[in-house]
T-cell receptor, first 112, second 114 residues
Framework: GQQLNQSPQSMFIQEGEDVSMNCTSS?????WLWYKQEPGEGPVLLIA?????ELTSNGRLTAQFGITRKDSFLNISASIPSDVGIYFC????????????FGTGTRLTIIP | ETGVTQTPRHLVMGMTNKKSLKCEQH?????MYWYKQSAKKPLELMFV???????ENNSVPSRFSPECPNSSHLFLHLHTLQPEDSALYLC?????????????FGQGTRLTVV
């Protein structure tokens, strides 16, 4: 089946630093999604990408849909304490396909 | 109330108990999902319903029984669970077949089987 490798597994950064994480797939995806999950809560959708090469921003967050359709990147600029959480990528191989494959997550910790 | 709502938020049950998890969405979506989230594992898709019809059962043991009476409500009936079934159970919804893929999640039910 499809697999999503997400890296890094965890990050420890200082407030104000930029963050980069990525997801790679063993097969082509037509949709990439990025979620954030905080303790005791469900994942919250951050950004959705539908076209290869697409670059989309949501405030300090920027995500890109890789040209090969097998990868995606999420960047967070000027991190703040509320950015702490686990970030998940998710992909779908068909538009309108209800089955999402999720990555293992990147746990972001901000050092005071 | 808006979004996806799950109840209860926390549940402790014995292995011989029968309990149910409830999910309700107010987004006008036609697809609903159950996911299981265990520590250090990716989210595992359990069941998918499209327009009240089950379209996916991801080899889930029969001690988990889903029910979708309408497009806005989804239940997960639990019976004779095992300790390894302890996890966060997440409900989600999306537009459904032919619509956008984005899934919106509830806050989850933290289940502990003792």
């Amino acid at each position: 089946g499809q697999q999503l490798n997400q890296s890094p597994q965890s990050m420890f950064i200082q407030e104000g630093e930029d963050v980069s994480m990525n997801c790679t797939s063993s097969s082509i995806f037509n949709t990439w999604l990025w979620y954030k999950q905080e303790p005791g809560e469900g994942p919250v959708l951050l950004i959705a990408l539908y076209k290869a090469g697409e670059l989309t921003s949501n405030g300090r967050l920027t995500a890109q849909f890789g040209i090969t359709r097998k990868d995606s990147f999420l960047n967070i600029s000027a991190s703040i304490p509320s950015d702490v959480g686990i970030y998940f990528c998710a992909g779908s191989d068909n538009f309108g396909n209800e089955k999402l494959t999720f990555g293992t997550g990147t746990r972001l910790t901000i050092i005071p | 109330e808006t979004g996806v709502t799950q109840t209860p938020r926390h549940l402790v049950m014995g292995m011989t108990n029968k309990k149910s998890l409830k999910c309700e969405q107010h987004l006008g979506h036609n697809a609903m999902y159950w996911y299981k989230q265990s520590a250090k594992k990716p989210l595992e898709l359990m069941f998918v319903y499209n327009f009240k019809e089950q379209t996916e059962n991801n080899s889930v043991p029969s001690r988990f029984s889903p029910e979708c009476p309408n497009s806005s409500h989804l239940f997960l009936h639990l019976h004779t669970l095992q300790p390894e079934d302890s996890a966060l159970y997440l409900c989600a919804s999306s537009q459904g077949r032919g619509g956008a893929t984005e899934a919106f999640f509830g806050q989850g039910t933290r289940l502990t089987v003792v």
